[in-house]
């Protein structure tokens, strides 16, 4: 595999921009699965800096998930470490129910609580659609929008639990898409199919965690990581960015991420924004645009083949002719309502 092209821990570690948020996390627990390398490293990493304790959950598998001999976690949690921070590994299987709750699990045991999960784990098996095997839609969808869930609903679980004692919920889920559902993401459709997915469940929780003061948002990130380098846009684009900083650093995304995760996002739940280096973007989603309607009965084929067309802009505008009392006028004076003086 080629070297991780995520940038050195001393950048990831530099203190913000902004001091007073430094220590904004203190005390929180974090789990971010997907860990070990690019934006899930950088998430980890930042999230640290800004004093969270955090699980890094990560397998070390290759890009399209196959096993592979290496341990990227652990090298995470020990640059966590050397630079004063608390971070522990996690090996499980978040694809699995078994393996969501033992990932969150471990948090609780090691420091007695779950605040924030950053789900970020998955991989890729890119084909065009008529090349797609069973296998290839199955496992893609059950790392990125299963794993979502497996680690979502124990950790919900525990803040629910927390709120009818009688305590005070600090939950925040911030869960990963990708900006592919913006321009269809042909020869990703088990991808993009997945993250729409993790989309759609991301704006559903949100609803359902409000009454225990829980929030969950979502990330459309760009940036270069090893995953992003199977298909062919990040290397399309590298160097296009404006500015002279890396605009395809995964930090970016992680700042974002920290912000999803403090103190000061607590107002912002079921939102989806896209991130890639100084560009942040709302989404709005699942938003109904242009309609036709009718009260008097439903539509049939024969008008659809006139109005479907108009909701595109595209075929004449429809007509408007007067009513029948102003047609009948005009008939008995012998003429039509649309010609000149009625004649």
């Not at 420091?111 to 659609?129: E, K």
């Not at 609903?153 to 911030?174: C, F, I, L, N, Q």
């Not at 997915?197 to 003061?213: D, H, Q, Y």
Request: aromatic content about 6%; glycine content about 12%.
């Amino acid at each position: 595999m080629p070297d991780d092209p995520t940038p050195p821990s001393a950048a990831l570690l530099e203190p913000s921009a902004t001091p007073e948020a430094d220590r904004m996390l203190a005390g929180r627990v974090a789990v971010v699965t997907g860990g070990g390398r690019g934006i899930g490293r950088a998430h980890a990493m930042r999230l640290a800096a800004y004093g969270a304790k955090v699980v890094v959950n990560d397998l070390g598998v290759n890009t399209d998930g196959t096993p592979s001999d290496e341990a990227p976690a652990e090298q995470v949690a020990a640059e966590i470490r050397a630079a004063g921070g608390e971070a522990v590994t996690d090996g499980h299987d978040i694809s699995t129910a078994a393996g969501g709750e033992a990932v969150v699990q471990r948090a609780i045991d090691e420091w007695g609580r779950i605040d924030v999960v950053v789900n970020n784990a998955g991989f890729g098996r890119p084909r065009m659609v008529y090349n797609l095997s069973e296998a290839e839609w199955d496992d893609v969808i059950r790392v990125h929008l299963k794993g979502t869930f497996s680690v979502t609903a124990p950790a919900t679980r525990w803040w629910r639990s927390e709120h009818k004692a009688g305590r005070a919920v600090y939950g925040r889920v911030v869960n990963t898409s990708t900006g592919l559902l913006l321009m269809a993401g042909a020869g990703q459709s088990n991808y993009t199919a997945a993250k729409a997915g993790c989309l759609a469940f991301t704006e559903a929780i949100a609803t359902e965690l409000a009454p225990i003061g829980a929030t969950a948002n979502c990330i459309l990130p760009g940036a270069r990581t090893r995953l992003a380098a199977v298909g062919w846009r990040t290397a399309r684009n590298a160097g296009t960015g404006p500015g002279t900083f890396d605009h395809q650093s995964p930090v970016h995304v992680a700042e974002l991420v920290c912000y999803l995760a403090s103190p000061y996002a607590q107002w912002i739940s079921g939102q989806a924004f896209t991130v890639s280096g100084g560009l942040i973007q709302h989404v709005a989603t699942f938003v109904a645009q242009e309609r036709i309607h009718r009260d008097d009965r439903g539509w049939a084929v024969g008008d659809l083949k006139d109005e479907v067309p108009r909701m595109f802009g595209a075929g004449p505008h429809r007509s408007d002719p007067p009513p029948r009392e102003w047609q009948d006028r005009y008939r008995a004076k012998g003429g039509s309502a649309t010609s000149p003086d009625g004649g």
